[in-house]
């Protein structure tokens, strides 16, 4: 079957229903409770003492390097989504984990498009990538190690 | 498109969904303070609603509830307003929609019928085929909550609770995604109802990825801050972390969500190791009547519910992790483990099976 998008419907009205609550919670606590400014009310929390300074200020670089490092595993984990999914999905009468797929037997019957799943001839080229994959950036995990990003003092 | 029938099933879920997830996480908190009471020889609260003749202080919640939205909402003058009230709708938006594509009980074809052909999903997006990317995606999105209430409020604390928790929070994705690849590779599908029928024919996922579910569960811990890795809000060191200058019911938003950021948690691992409404020897997915679909909703409450308990329970056996241990342990422990599990599922898989 070849997703339409219709049935993501229902999560947007659960969305629009969610962002409703959320409203209605802020306008329901801000009629209700009472609103008493006074000048020490409005200054931002230091333990009770006059804040020194701006808070928004700089910070260790350290925050950054996690983030970078983030991104690279964030997008191999996005090409390895796709491919756990598919490797074993094509249809084999033999060799998948399950016989008894029906997703697997219906689109034997009918060829579909794209065809479902890594075609069982081409599983160990493909898992040897997945490897090389894999490998290449452990070799980036393991230069950012040496290179002292995980370092917390 | 939606038939005008179909939408009003859809309300009448959504409806059950909230309002059920926000009743339970109130009554979540009164267990939370109960166990964290027997847990260090003290009571709890017993005394609310004494004089109505309501046992236990049961309405504990609800004057609880009632203090948050009475209270003054205080917005400080140096706040950037617009971003200091989105980040708690930010908060509750996303720890809420989660449940959207979670099973609550028998989906697809397993499901009940009411007459000949109008099958109950006890699901709010039975058609969504990629549930666990999408439950991924919107837990990322609660990063923002964090990081803009941390910096729109222009306090020190909060400040640098946002800092350390959106450095945690990122840390804890990958090997949390790196857990779950080992199952879906089994599984063959990301579609959670699919993961649960699989491991009614082959088993619970945990016997097949048990240190996938170790990192998991260790990864969970860290997503939802609970402790032993509560250090967004570590109160000896940042008074309240990224909500210090929050009050009333936007306080109340950030609490709400941790706590159905937690049942969204508990519902996944549940889902994907714990089988789900699955019990070995009793229920299948070939039972499709009414009676085997309430049993797998109780089923799938009752392992909820334990998970919730394990959950709280850890909260008083493990003492709260320094900051650089915390990001040792996931960048230098978990991360490695993942990527190891995966390679050897994945070998392992090809060497059996063949192919």
Redesign the interface.
Known sequence: MI?SG??????F???V???L???G??T???V??????TAV???????GMD?IG????R?DVR?YL??I??LL??VE?LY??PW??S???AS?AT????SD?SAATTSAAEPAFPPP?IP?TL??VV?FD??VF?AV??AA?AYA?RKG????? | MLTFLGLTALLIKIGLVVGISQGAVAYLIYVERKIAAYAQDRIGPNRCGREFGVPLGLIQPLADGAKMILKEDVIPKYVHKPTFILAPMIAIVTATIGFAVVPFGPVGAGAPRLGADWPVQFQIAPGVDIGIVYILAIGSLAVYAVVLAGWSSNNKYSFLGGLRSSAQLISYEIPMGLSILGIVLLAKSLDLNTIIEWQDRHGWGIFWQPVGFLIFLVSAFAETNRLPFDLPESEQELVGGFHTEYSAMKFGMFFLGEYLHVITVSFLTVILFFGGWDLPFVLSADQTSWISAIFKVIVMMSKVSLMIVFIMWIRWTLPRFRYDTLMNLAWKSLLPLGLLNLTITAVAAQMILGG
């Open positions: 997703a219709s049935e993501f419907e229902p999560v009205i659960f969305v229903i969610g962002l609550v959320a409203i919670m802020l329901v606590s801000a209700l409770g009472p609103r008493k400014t009310k409005q200054m931002p929390y230091e333990s804040p701006d808070a928004r200020n910070f925050y996690v983030a490092v983030f595993f964030d984990l390895l989504y756990a999914v490797h074993w999905s084999t060799a998948t984990i399950d797929d799943g069982p599983r160990k898992l997945v490897l894999i950036l452990a995990f190690w990003v995980f370092e917390w003092r």
